[in-house]
Nanobody, 126 residues
Framework: VQLVESGGGLVQPGGSLRLSCAAS????????MAWFRQAPGKERERVAA???????SYADSVQGRFTISTDNAKNSLYLQMNSLKPGDTAMYFCAARGSSWRYPCLQVPRSDIAYWGQGTQVTVSS
């Protein structure tokens, strides 16, 4: 399984970015995928998750601003980020749960993640 992110960059506060994750050897429609982020000096945290049925969950800090989605035909995961704030600055990671887990998909913790992408940097600054 390989996860490759793209779409990060520098954006001004209030701007938008769309992150993409190309998954090979993994079928998002069958399992569970998520976006995590990690800012310098902070723990990696879950931003959003999407189940095989298409239901989604979001961290309180991004609710209403971010949208997670998949394109099963392309085996891809996306994160549309609007109204970006400086506090959203972090390395963003695409993540996929494996075949063995302890928690529901929409609450997937780092410990249930079997596959990680290399990360893409998002910087929100004027």
């Amino acid at each position: 399984v390989q996860l490759v992110e793209s779409g990060g960059g520098l954006v001004q506060p209030g701007g938008s970015l769309r992150l993409s994750c190309a998954a090979s050897g993994y079928t998002p429609s069958v399992y569970c995928m998520a976006w995590f982020r990690q800012a310098p000096g902070k723990e990696r945290e879950r931003v959003a998750a999407i189940s095989h049925s298409g239901t989604t969950s979001y961290a309180d800090s991004v609710q209403g601003r971010f949208t997670i989605s998949t394109d099963n035909a392309k085996n891809s995961l996306y994160l549309q980020m609007n109204s970006l704030k400086p506090g959203d600055t972090a390395m963003y990671f695409c993540a996929a749960r494996g075949s063995s887990w302890r928690y529901p998909c929409l609450q997937v913790p780092r410990s249930d993640i079997a596959y990680w992408g290399q990360g893409t940097q998002v910087t929100v600054s004027s």
